[in-house]
């Protein structure tokens, strides 16, 4: 099929959930990918911030094809090794002390979420402005965005918002129905934004005050994207539950939540559960994954190359009018603009680039952590001719 035909059938038999580009991918490599009609892009967008160790990995396809002629699944009434050996593993990277696995972001926050009303006894939980948690019903409340929550009332009840960057702002929300807040250290789709410096540190602070719990969505920034392992570490903060998910399959579905264990110890048998979370193929994808990152120190390069690409892309702001911001770590960027940046993207994308725009004015940049120099540098002169011709 070509590009042409896929659309035509989407257009029937699937649900128009999504605003796609016109593009069908069907293959890729490294920081590679091609469509299905053989046209080549540099791919800045990796998945959304989901292939950090590139598309077609050896180790993570070695570890699917090994694991996939062994078993794909088994229920969690099982014991895998699998399971354990991947818990261990994100344990000792994060210095958490247990984790639950399940199958994506949203999982993952709503885990979170019942762990932390578990363990309080309480039953709000504060979070911010401007923020994306994922799609189910009640992390489109947690989302502090009001675009997700229209046409789908009644929103589950529990959550509380206050303005990103302000630690007086949670202060006055907290009461003593408050079970902790939940914040993303850099809000990916809200528009890469960056928090204050020491916001993090002071929000922990105050949850250590109130005797709440201060939770961390690292589901967008985790596993290298922003130069080191998880963005916390960035502000100095180890936050009482973590979750995560997007770049911890390498390509693979699979999130996780991390606690430490007297958090942890809240879930009693039965209490929490899914059926495909932390199986055996998952698992095995998400430790080849992450051992592929160490072993190659991605996080390094994705320092490396962010602080030549964000640089970069700060020159181009001296020349354009229309950049209003560049901001990011690591290879998280996002270069905000004073117009609406959908035409940009497939502009950029005919050019054989991939980029991404969020929040309406937002570029995003988030390639696999593997990327190189010189394809950061075409990706520049292609993002330089595109906006000669807009500006
Ligand atoms: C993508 C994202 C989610 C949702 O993850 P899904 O796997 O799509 O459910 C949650 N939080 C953040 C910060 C994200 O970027």
Redesign the pocket.
């Given at each position: 099929m070509n590009t042409e035909d896929i659309i035509a059938l989407e257009k029937k038999y699937v649900m128009h959930t999504y605003g796609r580009q016109p593009l069908a991918l069907s293959k890729g490599n490294g920081a590679l990918v091609w469509d299905v009609d053989g046209k080549k892009y540099i791919d800045c967008f990796a998945g959304?911030a989901v292939n950090n160790v590139g598309h077609a990995h050896p180790k993570v396809v070695d570890a699917i094809c090994n694991q996939a002629k062994k078993m794909l699944h088994c229920s969690n009434i099982y014991y895998t090794e699998e399971q354990v050996v991947l818990a261990k593993l994100l344990c000792e990277i994060s210095s958490y002390d247990k984790v639950f696995l399940c199958n994506?972001?949203?999982?993952a926050?709503e885990g979170a979420v019942k762990l932390a009303r578990k363990y309080t006894k309480k039953g709000n939980v504060i979070c911010m402005d401007n923020s994306?948690?994922?799609?189910t019903l009640a992390m489109v409340a947690a989302t502090g965005q009001h675009k997700y929550k229209k046409g789908i009332e009644p929103i589950p009840q529990g959550f509380k918002h206050t303005p990103y960057g302000d630690v007086d702002a949670v202060a006055e929300k907290i009461d003593d129905n408050t079970a902790g807040v939940l914040v993303?250290p850099i809000q990916?789709?809200g528009g890469v934004v960056v928090p204050p410096k020491n916001y993090l540190k002071e929000l922990k602070e105050l949850c250590e005050d109130k005797d709440i719990l201060f939770m961390v969505?690292e589901?967008?920034t985790g596993f290298g994207r922003t130069g080191n392992m998880f963005a916390s570490e960035i502000f100095g903060v180890n936050a009482d539950i973590t979750t995560i998910?997007?770049g911890l399959g390498g390509g693979f579905p699979i999130?996780g939540i991390l606690a430490r264990e007297e958090i942890a110890d809240a879930f009693e048998a039965g209490d929490h559960g899914t059926t495909f979370g932390g199986n055996p193929l998952a698992c095995a994808a998400a430790k080849a994954s992450i051992e592929a990152i160490m072993e190659e120190n991605l996080t390094d390069n994705a320092k490396k190359q962010g602080k030549y690409f964000k640089d970069k892309l700060m020159q181009l702001k001296k020349k354009y009018g229309i950049i209003e911001d560049v901001r990011g770590y690591g290879l998280l960027i996002g270069m905000e603009l004073n117009i609406k940046c959908g035409d940009i993207v497939n502009k950029v994308a005919d050019k054989g680039v991939l980029i991404n725009c969020t929040a309406d004015k937002v570029l995003r940049f988030a390639p696999p952590l593997l990327i190189e120099k010189d394809q950061i540098d075409v990706t520049l002169d292609v993002l330089d001719e595109v906006l000669e011709k807009v500006s």
């Open positions: 959304l994506s972001g949203a999982e926050n994306f948690h994922g799609r993303e990916g789709e969505d589901v967008q998910a997007k999130g």
